[in-house]
Nanobody, 118 residues
Framework: QVQLVESGGGLVQPGGSLRLSCAAS????????MGWYRQAPGKQRELVAT????????YYVESMKGRFTISRDNAKNTVYLQMNSLKPEDTALYYC???????????WGQGIQVTVSS
């Protein structure tokens, strides 16, 4: 079992920045990859970025490239999402996800709200 806890969300003005954190606990060594997803009101959950915890490779959805950065701190078992140049359309509930057991298991955090508004 893996437990994920997100933090760092909140209200920010357009053009501002936020850094989300996802702290993992439990069966850490079983995790193969972690990622961030988001779900805006009335829309489906969508991928934002992923990070391969084995090799460190990252993937970004095209619309996030250049603005969002996914990274990790192995000592803290934490994955981050640095979000810059935020836009109102980035407003959503952001979720952290861990893939473990060679892809057999998915674990989700509880989600954290990010609101971009003036």
């Amino acid at each position: 079992q893996v437990q994920l806890v997100e933090s760092g969300g909140g209200l920010v003005q357009p053009g501002g920045s936020l850094r989300l954190s996802c702290a993992a606990s439990g069966s850490i060594l079983s995790i193969n990859a972690m990622g961030w997803y988001r779900q805006a009101p009335g829309k489906q959950r969508e991928l934002v970025a992923t990070l391969n915890t084995r090799g460190g490779g990252t993937y970004y959805v095209e619309s996030m490239k250049g603005r969002f950065t996914i990274s990790r701190d192995n000592a803290k078992n934490t994955v981050y999402l640095q979000m810059n140049s935020l836009k109102p359309e980035d407003t959503a509930l952001y979720y952290c996800k861990a893939v473990a057991g060679q892809g057999r298991y998915d674990y989700w955090g509880q989600g954290i709200q990010v609101t971009v508004s003036s």
